[in-house]
């Protein structure tokens, strides 16, 4: 959302547009991701140790993003990181507002390859302007773990 009103004000957006403009689109900033280790959402409260347990033995990931209150809503579960990662791309196609005219953010959790390889995949899908990978912060990698895997782009809601 920074970098997209960096990008609005250095296009000649007054300070009163641009702020108008982030209202209007902060609920449409849609964040998706997915992670490769259940035991940092358990540990986080997120699940209880027997699901965390069960979900790993089974190869589950989840998909999941951050509602309009900010709150982590689990989406669906896929077997295997290759399915979470078309999963993410799967919820981009659903939601996306005109793509073409998007840079496409990806933070990873020192998951550079999964990173690129969904990049990778958003390219061949989307006709989009371009693709930023960055790693996440310590902080969120904290929560989510190494391996989190995150897609961020303006869609028709959150």
Same mark, same amino acid.
């Given at each position: ?11 000649? =957006? ?5 702020? +108008? ?11 998706? !991701?997915?992670?490769?280790?259940? +035991?940092?959402?358990?540990?986080? &409260? ?28 689990? %989406?669906?579960? %896929? ?8 999963? =993410? ?21 020192? /998951? ?9 995949? %958003?390219?061949?899908? !989307? ?7 960055? /790693?996440? /912060?310590?902080?969120? &990698?904290?929560? /989510? &773990? ?13």
């Amino acid at each position: 959302m920074v970098y997209t009103a960096a990008l609005k004000k250095a296009e000649g =957006l007054k300070i009163d547009e641009l702020y +108008e403009w982030l209202l209007e689109q902060r609920f449409h900033l849609c964040h998706w !991701f997915t992670v490769d280790d259940l +035991e940092h959402l358990r540990r986080g &409260g997120r699940m209880t140790l027997m699901t965390a347990a069960i979900g790993t033995a089974l190869n589950i990931k989840p998909v999941l993003h951050v509602d309009d209150e900010g709150r982590l809503i689990p %989406v669906s579960k %896929v077997r295997g990181r290759l399915k979470s990662l078309h999963a =993410l791309v799967a919820h981009m196609e659903e939601t996306c507002i005109k793509p073409e005219e998007q840079i496409i953010f990806i933070g990873h959790g020192d /998951s550079l390859k999964d990173a690129e390889i969904l990049a990778d995949m %958003v390219r061949e899908k !989307f006709a989009v302007k371009d693709v930023i990978i960055n /790693s996440i /912060s310590p902080i969120i &990698g904290t929560h /989510s &773990g190494p391996g989190t895997i995150a897609l961020f782009f303006f869609g028709t809601k959150k």
